[in-house]
């Protein structure tokens, strides 16, 4: 059975700070409170990694709300599996992770992800990440003028 590690606790609860932050700064939101609550359990016991079976239903429900706000495959399109590698040189995933992914569960998916960034071997963490970045359009590219002769087919 797949572990939620703590570090995606961590990021759940900055998920809902930013989400709801407390009026007072003493209150919060239900959600917070019960992903704190894991969170407090898991540094008194030392412990890094919680099952996902026994989770509290609402901290499952605020980590869940923050699963779906992150990405969901590391692919980068560029599947050296496709190829015959064992592990893709693009997103650091096994074989068996990229065919089986659709099937994987949220905490699956998860714990893949920690595996490939804690290893930062993959393209995507390092040659491709950049040229991503700087590739992305601004909006006054993506805009579409009809009237604009740039735009015109030659």
């Known amino acids: 059975m797949a572990a939620i590690h703590i570090t995606d606790i961590e990021a759940a609860i900055n998920h809902w700070r930013e989400k709801s932050p407390s009026p007072d700064g003493i209150t919060l939101a239900p959600e ?6 894991v969170y407090a359990l898991m540094v008194f016991h030392h412990e890094d990694e919680v099952d996902e079976v026994g989770f509290p239903a609402k901290a499952w429900a605020a980590w869940l709300d923050w699963y779906h706000s992150t990405p969901d495959t590391p692919c980068i ?5 496709s190829q015959g590698d064992d ?7 096994t074989f068996d992770e990229v065919q089986y992914w659709p099937a994987m569960t949220p905490v699956e998916k998860r714990v893949t992800w920690r ?10 963490f390092n040659r491709y990440a950049e040229r991503a970045r700087e590739a992305e359009p601004t909006a006054a590219e993506t805009e579409f003028d009809p009237d604009d002769e740039k735009n015109w087919a030659p």
Not at 87 to 93: A, I, Q, V
């Open 77 to 81: 399109a560029i599947c050296s599996t």
């Open 32 to 37: 917070l409170r019960a992903l704190a609550e």
């Open 87 to 93: 592990e893709c040189k693009g997103c650091g995933r």
């Open 115 to 124: 595996r490939i960034t804690m290893e930062d071997s993959a393209w995507r």
